[in-house]
């Protein structure tokens, strides 16, 4: 079991390498987090988690806000974070803490993998791709106003900064990755000085610092078509706030759905990753979560230390996760979403026995 320490939040001790903040979000949050601790913990990951709250839990946990200040300090300190799914009520109520965490941190770039595994059934085989999203603005900036009692406006926030900031960070990433194309979804027929802004900050970095990489624009729309059509003729896509969110959803259905698709976001100094699905509450505390998204992000998390930071054992561990975790589901050793009959924990098991094969 995983060893609890009291301190400035309680602590999970794995190595004592590198510190990383553990928030395990709401509903099935803490049950997939005590999963994927555990691999990560079988893996000989060389890192210490230092829990902290977010979301319904700290409000349970009587903090009085759902993103309380000693978990953004943590964060800003450690620089790393591993979060679970928090839940966002609709319409009404606080407000999103995966927006707050953005803002606050200013975790400019989400980075969504969206990848075909085998023993997980799709309509769609060999993708491979990367969603790319402007995390800090456009109408995602929530910059809403009700004009009159029949009338409320949203507007849609963009700047020179955050959009040459996307721009070359896409191309980089591109570069860094051995990617060969960036596709920039956009509705710059429409909206032509916001999305007309990203594109012409798109062509000037291209041009000038990554004419190796393929570049293209596509209207949102018509994007939409043909990654239904053939998810496989793209590579990296690259869109603003809203487009990115509707996106990397659209993209996670081609292989199988949110439980299968990781997540980062990505700031200059500090990195959150995270499940992108939701927290579930209908089957919390029935031990029958699937916990590989949050692995998968987990296993970026290490990816990111091995290459960011030069720790070549994250790297390592990264690897042997990934390795074991495809074994796993290709054996058919899965949760009752992918078509298998392990529970949460069972399923950690069964990729914990293959980190040494």
């Known amino acids: 079991m995983v060893k609890l320490e009291g301190g400035g939040g309680d602590t999970i001790r794995l190595m004592a390498k590198q510190k990383v903040v553990l928030i395990p979000g709401d509903g099935i949050g803490p049950e997939i987090s005590d999963a994927v601790v555990r691999v990560l913990e079988g893996a000989g990951a060389p890192v210490v988690f230092e829990m902290h709250l977010a979301g319904v839990a700290a409000l349970e946990a009587g903090m009085d806000d759902v993103l309380p200040e000693v978990t953004v300090d943590a964060i800003l300190q450690r620089g790393v974070a591993l979060k679970g799914p928090c839940t966002t009520p609709i319409g009404e109520g606080f407000s999103s803490v995966n927006v707050g965490l953005r803002k606050r941190l200013d975790l400019w770039a989400a980075v969504r993998p969206v990848k075909s595994l085998a023993g997980v059934e799709s309509r769609y085989e060999g993708v491979d791709l990367i969603i790319i999203r402007e995390n800090t603005e456009g109408l995602y900036s929530g910059v809403e106003n009700q004009v009159t ?78 990654l239904v059509q053939d998810p496989t003729q793209f590579d990296i896509i690259l869109c603003e706030n809203l487009y990115g969110d509707i996106m990397s959803d659209l993209c996670a259905g081609l292989v199988g759905g949110l439980g299968v698709t990781p997540g980062g976001n990505y700031g200059d100094e500090r990195v959150v990753f995270e499940a992108v ?49 495809l074994a796993a589901l290709e054996a058919g050793e899965k949760t009752g979403d992918l078509g298998g009959s392990l529970d949460t924990q069972g399923f950690a098991d069964a990729v914990i026995k293959r980190l040494g094969s």
């Open 149 to 226: 009692s029949e009338v409320i406006i949203s507007m849609k926030v963009a700047t020179r900064k955050a959009c040459k900031r996307i721009a070359r960070g896409a191309f980089r990433f591109a570069n860094r990755n051995g990617r060969k194309k960036v596709s920039v979804f956009h509705k710059a027929n429409i909206m032509k000085m916001t999305d007309g802004l990203l594109l012409d900050l798109c062509r000037m970095v291209h041009a000038e610092d990554y004419p190796n990489i393929e570049y293209e624009e596509v209207i949102v729309d018509a994007g939409s078509m043909r």
């Open 277 to 325: 699905h939701g927290s579930a509450p209908d089957i919390a505390g029935k031990g029958v979560a699937n916990p590989l998204a949050l692995l998968m992000s987990a296993k970026m998390m290490l990816e990111y230390l091995g290459d960011y930071k030069g720790n070549k054992e994250a790297a390592a561990s990264a690897k042997r996760i990934e390795s074991a975790y």
